[in-house]
């Protein structure tokens, strides 16, 4: 006998929180497809020689390698050749370089898959984890216009999951770079490192920060430092303190064309974030969001909950200059955002925000004598017919047991059908949300089903 | 430069494929929904131990083993400690073992994953495919009632796809021994010999078979042979016919146990399908079904296209004794039905059944000049909350481009915002599938598109 077990790392579920995950999953492809963004999969097996295209790397160290068992007994040097996605993002590189003459651009894709990396052991941390990204695609060029799509996609995405408030935080690269290089620091690996210490102003407070930068590794002078620290910290307020701000940093001193650009990108992107309907409460500018320093360029991207901020971001992304440079001379620029579901999902059944789910099922047919049976089937098909998920008690059990186990697995109705019932060609229904019962013709059976499901569950 | 490509084996779909892809998908799992079956979904990765507790084997020598890339360097002797998941069977047994008691019974579930098989490289075959799984899993016994749910479930699905007819052919392993041993063909290896014969029937001819049968290596009886061959011929042309058949098999000969309870069985399916509405011309009882012998105990059922039969079963499954003896010492006997959906699609797309896709966009709301944007993006709000997956032309370019790309692309509407529709409130609409063109009032737009989307299609 063997110990059925997962490997460490995964996230599986019962039935009740998988319908929850599914659901969750459901209204992020509703509204990614909403938006206009167009289905991708990729196979979670790529070639290593195509995937690991950068050398070295925290991600490359995580990689899982896949071989076969004939594989296996040949491999002697060199890495196995295949591995597993670590992300969805090298996959859609070299998706769109592989099919780059097959697509329309702008290609605007969504892509909802696991991928797999191998974490260290740790709560909350996964190997296999979903991804869900959107990302659109330019050749040769790509309007910073698309930069505002993505957030509106977002908001209608957690606005859909009712997850709480939330803020999309948005920054733009270049107009850090600007703000850096006119406070005369101008190497950009200079400015990752200022960024690094001022990200851990949380954790160490403002002093020490301070004294970091202005002590004898970084050097800097006092009031150059009290600008930085001033500038990560803006967050505005609303969308007019959003322009203003970034008026009063164009107009506050010189001003280079990567601080003029950046601005001008951020007050387009924020302008066609509200005229896409986005109520200025769930987005602001935020400068201290940076992301991955070495690959986006433009404008980026953080979402977190109004209400559990230790949660982090829950969406994140950015402008990109371009795709896919180890697979085509294409120049190939985009803008993507991602949401980490798998953690998102641990993280707010953690914090015990999920609630209570009802079943995908929402209607048992009981079944109170065994020739009673074909009657429940022929009842459960015109359920079907009508479009309601039906279970049938297959096999005649107490009628009490039956009510049990609709009611602990979250099914709404169950449906009576005794002798009486059979004759007068009614059927009996109990609503386990409402607690309430009734009796109805068979032929209105689905129709009053409809009206009681569109009803609101508010008692009187 | 590093030539982008995916592994052999594997699909990957362009936007328009994928998106025929996902609906097949959804249609599965809408109907698997509609009858009560419950989402599960398993890690790819398993623990290798756990995994392969049945050494040797066709399978396990197609297994696919995962390691990082710190286990490859450690790795020196035995097999890595992750596999990837050849079916859903296994990762099932292991899945109800381990959650036995979270779990009511019978559990119903269904899954839709992908599974990797390291197979031999052939056109259409593959090694990354999903496969679309339902079973109901017993505790301690399982009522052969539920052996009719899965073919009902199995013709919502197969109706809904619209692929064509289809007939879901139904046998009984009981029913089969029972008519060898009557026969005195009593061991068991042996009827799987003469099983595998029979199987070259189309291929051989009946002559060759025959000859095989009668000849020196079985040695069996002319006029068994002659018995055997008619058995396996058995097709039901109607619901009448197929019980009329069973109880011919019955009154025919001695009746042993295996062969009455197989009948019995198998009647008892098949008077249960008929009462869940599904035609006669959609099911039939089919003698030659033998399925995995080692594995399947009861009911077995396999499904082919009418018109299709070169492409083979597309559906298959049947009934088991006991689902996860290596896990657990509960008995768990079960049902279930499996469709290889990546197998099926890309027959399907070699026959050329696919047809011509619409993309999931239905609307694309065009830009005749940049200062037009804000309005477009507001009526693209208005129909994105009405329900319509609508894209927004972000950058002007000529009208004819932005027609050709909703053309090229399946989109139906094109709204087109001019000069005078701004000023007069109204968006031009056409409709590229009706070739028709009209004019309506913006606040009326989303109301109209349900309308001409409800209307059939049929040009007068």
């Not at 191998?118 to 941390?125: A, F, L, M, S, V």
Request: hydrophobic residues 40%; charged residues 25%.
């Amino acid at each position: 006998m063997i110990k059925p077990r997962t490997p460490a790392g995964v996230l599986e579920l019962l039935p009740p929180d998988q319908i929850a995950f599914q659901r969750m999953l459901d209204v992020i492809r509703r509204n990614f497809e909403r938006f206009g963004f167009l289905p991708v999969e990729t196979p979670v097996m790529e070639l290593s020689e195509v995937l690991l295209t950068k050398s070295g790397g925290e991600t490359e160290r995580q990689v899982y390698f896949a071989q076969s068992t004939g594989a296996l007994e040949k491999a002697a040097d060199g890495l196995p050749e295949l591995a597993l996605r670590f992300d969805l993002t090298v996959p859609l590189a070299r998706y769109v370089a592989e099919h780059e003459h097959d697509l329309a651009f702008p290609f605007r894709r969504y892509q909802m898959q696991r991928v797999y990396r191998g974490e260290r052991q740790q709560r909350g941390r996964f190997r296999e984890f979903y991804q869900c990204d959107i990302d659109v695609i330019g050749k040769d060029a790509l309007s910073v216009r698309f930069d505002a799509e993505l957030p509106a996609t977002i908001h209608a995405v957690f606005s859909e999951l009712a997850i709480g408030a939330f803020t999309i935080h948005l920054n733009n690269r270049k107009l850090m770079r600007g703000f850096f290089e006119r406070e005369g620091v101008a190497d950009p690996e200079l400015q990752a490192l200022v960024l690094r210490e001022v990200d851990k102003l949380d954790k160490r407070g403002t002093a020490a920060v301070r004294e970091t930068l202005t002590g004898e590794g970084f050097g800097l002078r006092s009031d150059v430092v009290d600008r930085i620290l001033a500038f990560v910290e803006i967050r505005s307020t609303s969308h007019a303190d959003a322009i203003g701000t970034l008026d009063r940093l164009v107009a506050e001193g010189d001003v280079n064309a990567s601080l003029a650009t950046g601005a001008a990108e951020l007050r387009e992107v924020l302008e066609l974030v509200r005229a896409m309907g986005v109520p200025e409460s769930s987005y602001a500018l935020n400068l201290s969001i940076a992301r991955g320093l070495d690959y986006y360029t433009g404008t980026v991207y953080e979402t977190t909950l109004d209400d559990y901020p230790q949660i982090g971001s829950i969406c994140s992304g950015g402008r990109y200059e371009n795709l896919a440079s180890h697979y085509t001379k294409s120049k190939l620029p985009g803008v993507g955002i991602s949401i980490g579901l798998t953690r998102l999902f641990w993280q707010l059944r953690e914090a015990g925000l999920l609630g209570r789910v009802e079943s995908t099922v929402q209607v048992l047919v009981t079944q109170m004598d065994a020739a009673h049976l074909p009657h429940c089937l022929a009842v459960a098909s015109e359920l079907r017919h009508a479009g309601f998920n039906t279970e049938v008690v297959m096999e005649a059990s107490k009628i009490a047991k039956q009510f049990r186990y609709a009611d602990r697995s979250g099914i709404r109705f169950v449906v009576v059908l005794g002798d009486d019932e059979i004759a007068g060609n009614t059927v009996t229904v109990k609503d386990l949300r409402r607690e309430d019962q009734f009796q109805v013709g068979r032929a209105e059976l689905a129709s009053t089903l409809r009206v009681e499901l569109a009803q609101p569950l508010v008692r009187t």
